[in-house]
């Protein structure tokens, strides 16, 4: 007999107001398996004060990103501090605005843009590289932090002062702070409170030099800024600042996140730096890398991706249910939260050989797993995968190209490498190291 389509998932509601968040933050891979063995793969659990609905494995990741998207709202999947700090930008809209603003900033990560942006690219990491080692030692997270968000000011806003993008780099980690924290209420001394201010100074210093650009324009130029600039829908200046704000963060923290990890991975896997070191010696020498030199690195590509399979940056995707649908034959009603799960995903044995173990092989042939659509997800899939895709792609090929290339570094003792989810999954330590040049 099939189920009544009115029956809603089986699940548990956790604590009063809190629901199960504490749960889900402590480890959002365990909090999945308990759950999937119990209910299967659909279940119901209470998170950011409404029940959610969660859809594992592949399927489920399909149906959210892409085939059931119609029933799903990316603007209200995220909670109440992101939506009042950041306000709009592309990953907060949906429907036809997101069309339109999508359409508008394709152009800022299109190959042919990220190739005019790769020698400034080169540049900006052989520098940032070059004072760490003059450092001895550092704090990975931070550094990376550091030069992703310069990366991603240039294609985001076009070459900057070097004292603005410092300005702005330096509010953003309050700014990022505050962006996750469960009340957004205005209390001083809170973290909420200081990512109000930070955000505050943030949209003076852009529109200050959105007035600049708008004054002085930069022909021909295909950043994210000059495109919004003259967006046929004529976006308003808060409009434009949101979006800034939006690609300026969604830009540089994960891809400090995952190179965080990267460079954890690779420190404790010598057999596979080597590897990659070697293939960067073959490949590209001592010359500058180009986008064709990149693309010919598959050994470092393995290992990116079981990175990202590994530690992908967002343990899952959160979506407002704004049409009710039907599911492995349980009901969801309108007004629910929706989540797959990445991590989840990417721990399943049905898809990956020993899950828990650093295997850049696995992605090799004969095994070739990763294959299976909507399996590797730490990008995201569908229609609105991420925007970014190819920048994160090159930037960090670059970065990793330069570590392996002239420099060593080795984990030090003693530090706490708990996973944090929040903002972006990272060790709580930030992996400290000793970076040396090699000799
Ligand atoms: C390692 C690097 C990166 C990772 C792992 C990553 C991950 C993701 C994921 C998982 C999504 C989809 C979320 C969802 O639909 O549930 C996404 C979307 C997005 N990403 Fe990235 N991202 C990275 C780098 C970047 C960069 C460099 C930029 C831009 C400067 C960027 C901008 C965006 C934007 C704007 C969206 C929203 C797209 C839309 O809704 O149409 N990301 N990213």
């Not at 808060?238 to 460079?263: K, R």
Request: net charge neutral; glycine share 8%; charged share 20%.
């Amino acid at each position: 007999m099939s189920r009544k389509p009115t029956h809603t998932p089986p699940g548990q509601s956790g604590l009063p107001l809190i629901g199960e968040i504490r749960e889900w933050l402590a480890d959002p891979l365990v909090f999945a398996q308990e759950r999937a063995a119990r209910y299967g793969p659909i279940w119901r659990t209470h998170l950011l004060g409404r029940p959610c609905v969660v859809l594992l494995e592949p399927e489920g990741n399909r149906f959210m990103l892409s085939s059931g998207a119609q029933h799903f709202s990316w603007r209200e999947g995220w909670g109440r501090s992101m939506l009042r700090l950041m306000g709009g930008g592309l990953s907060l809209s949906d429907g036809e605005a997101h069309a339109a603003r999508r359409a508008t900033l394709k152009p800022a990560f299109s190959h042919a843009t990220l190739r005019d942006h790769l020698p400034s690219m080169v540049q900006l990491v052989r520098d940032h590289c070059a004072s760490w080692a003059a450092s001895g030692e550092i704090i990975v997270l931070e550094r990376l932090q550091t030069l992703a968000f310069e990366v991603a000011a240039l294609v985001v806003c076009g070459p900057l002062p070097p004292y603005l993008a410092q300005a702005l780099h330096h509010d953003f980690a309050m700014f990022t702070a505050g962006l996750f924290t469960p009340l957004a209420l205005p209390i001083p001394g809170t973290t909420y409170h200081r990512a109000q201010a930070a955000g505050k100074r943030l949209r003076i210093h852009l529109r200050t030099l959105l007035a600049y650009r708008r004054a002085n324009p930069l022909p021909g130029s295909n950043d994210a800024l000059s495109l919004l600039l003259v967006a046929a829908d004529q976006p308003d200046a808060d409009s434009i600042i949101s979006e800034l704000l939006l690609l300026l963060w969604a830009g540089h923290d994960t891809v400090a996140s995952l190179l965080t990890w990267t460079c954890y991975e690779l420190a404790q896997h010598p057999a596979s730096l080597e590897v990659v070191r070697v293939e960067v010696a073959q490949t590209i020498g001592a010359a500058d890398p180009t986008p064709e030199t990149l693309r010919h690195l598959p050994a470092l590509d393995r290992v990116l991706r079981e990175c990202e399979r590994l530690h992908p940056p967002a343990p899952g995707g959160f979506r407002g249910v704004v049409e009710p649908f039907e599911y492995h034959g349980y009901h969801v009603p309108r007004g629910w939260l929706a989540m797959y799960s990445t991590v989840y995903t990417h721990a399943m044995p049905e898809l990956w050989q020993d899950p828990a173990r650093f295997d850049p092989d696995r992605f090799a042939p004969p095994r070739e797993e990763g294959k299976t659509a909507y399996s590797l997800v730490g990008f995201g899939g569908g229609p609105r995968i991420c925007i970014g895709l190819a920048l994160a792609q090159m930037e960090m090929r670059v970065i990793v190209c330069e570590l392996v290339r002239r420099y060593r570094w080795e984990i030090l003792p003693e530090q706490d490498l708990t996973r944090v989810w929040l903002p972006t999954n990272q060790p709580k330590s930030g992996l400290r190291v000793t970076f040396t040049a090699q000799t």
